[in-house]
């Protein structure tokens, strides 16, 4: 997989190090660089790039206040001298945070981490687009609709699916590889050892997902999320 990114920095010797950088990375593709986020404007709204690396404090128009107008799929890793605005990054969705000077290290490993995330999307969209997934099991491929799934549980390096026929397949998977592939929010990690369809349930009792004589429990790692779920479908 090839992601298009771009460079926006108002310093020269930093654009020219990450675009340095950026060539070194065979899965890394550099359609532009640019020295203010208004020069960069035009160019990546009407031709989005995937990556954008994009420095924080900036005249006219900063980083911050460009990554909130972005096409929602060009994702971002932050490259600052401040440290001070971490946590403003996250919460436009930054892939990373790069602090200057930054290391060839410390960028290939936030690159790194922004192809892993735009792989685990494309898995998750053809999931979802053809509703099923192939699995091994007793030394075979075995497809799994995945409207037929209720549940998935997980015991050490094994999972096992539970079909709404009442079938049980068994594969050497870990639960964190399987729920890379499945689509979310129609499945959601309610505990560490259960993957739950959400358009199956039918019945919460005390904070336990009912299915028949099996309750599977909702633990306080993954509550808020499940939870949310729960409250966007509820009517009072």
Request: charged fraction near 25%.
């Amino acid at each position: 997989m090839t992601l298009k990114c771009a460079i926006i920095d108002d310093e020269p010797l930093a654009a020219e190090l990450l675009a340095s950088y950026v060539r070194k990375i065979p899965f890394l593709n550099l359609t532009g660089t640019y020295n203010s986020a208004l020069n960069g404007m035009k160019n990546l709204r009407a031709t989005p790039v995937d990556l954008l690396f994009l420095d924080i404090q900036m005249p006219e128009l900063s980083g911050m206040e460009f990554a909130k107008i972005l096409p929602k799929q060009t994702r971002i890793i932050f490259t600052t001298a401040f440290s001070q605005y971490a946590i403003d990054g996250y919460k436009v969705n930054a892939i990373d945070y790069l602090m200057k000077p930054i290391s060839y290290e410390e960028f290939v490993k936030a690159s790194a981490k922004a192809l892993e995330w735009f792989e685990f999307m494309r898995k998750q969209a053809v999931c979802k687009k053809d509703k099923f997934i192939f699995v091994k099991s007793d030394y075979k491929l075995q497809k799994v609709n995945l409207d037929d799934i209720l549940y998935i549980e997980g015991l050490k390096d094994y999972i096992r699916i539970y079909l709404e026929n009442g079938e049980k397949i068994m594969s050497l998977m870990n639960m964190k590889k399987l729920e890379q592939h499945l689509p979310s929010p129609e499945f959601m990690r309610t505990h560490r050892s259960y993957i739950v369809n959400m358009t199956k349930i039918k019945v919460i009792d005390r904070m336990r997902i009912v299915f028949g004589n099996t309750y599977i429990p909702i633990s306080d790692s993954y509550k808020d999320e499940v939870l949310t779920y729960f409250d966007n479908h509820l009517l009072t």
